[in-house]
């Protein structure tokens, strides 16, 4: 078992490079990291995106074929900061029939986000948080986005797969600065969300990201927050860094925030594999 960290450590458990989405090399995020005060900074690169309409060229992914080098500069990284506790993982992108591709895939990762971002299958399906392609918003409405959304999360949640943490658990909120904004009281939603976490023993994910990109809020929003608190579920804590300037972004506040709302305690992996809750004060 790794030693126990002390109350207040920054943990970053949310954060992409190069290989996917993001901007950054490992060893960039890393001395960003080390600059942050960063006591452990997990890895999260998207995952197990199909060929085809998803991401037809591979852009925001680690491609399976590219996951020999992705150990390779991870480890590369993790042996250059020895002061700084790395753990590798994933984020693991959900939609139907992913499961064999998330589990051949992910071998060796300490860490597996479960995240929605896409509605529909491998196939046919639109992404519903890139605001450069906002057809699936447009024709089916943010009211039906939302409750597809959540019978999405929810379907994530369920699955046999071994998500960690369910990420960003309200992103259609990334829509609200285009004007995409539900009519529909989302409480019933949330409490969906609620009840599935709860019942499948999932942690939940605060994030700082919508903070960045004009959402206004946490994901998930307080309200949806204080339901999952109350439900005893609990929550890791991250910023979904894309570039090596916004990794641990945030995350004290979030931390402040958290102990608002009533939690005590996030919970921290390790590079061993294990989970503490770790206190917020």
Known sequence: MSRPLPPGSIVDCHTHTRFS????????????????????????????????????????????????????AWEAARDAHPALEIVYGFECDWYPGCEEAVARWSAGARVRLGSVHWLGDASDGAWIDDPSDLRVWHELGPDEVWRRYVAAWCAACESPLAFDVMAHPDLPARMVPEGLVATIELAPLWDEMVSCARDC?????????GWRKGVGDWYPSRGLLERFRRAGVPISVGSDAHRAEDVCWGVRDAYAHAWDVGYRSADV????????????R
């Open 21 to 72: 989405d993001g901007a950054a090399t490992f060893e960039e995020m890393a001395r960003a990291a080390e600059a942050a005060g960063c006591a452990v900074l997990v890895s999260t690169d998207h995952l197990t995106l199909p060929a085809g309409p998803m991401d037809p060229d591979g852009e925001v992914q680690v491609v399976e074929a590219d996951l020999p080098a992705h150990r390779a």
């Open 201 to 209: 023993g999932r942690r939940v994910e605060l994030s700082t990201a």
């Open 269 to 280: 992996p390790r590079a061993d594999g294990s989970w503490e809750p770790m206190p917020l």
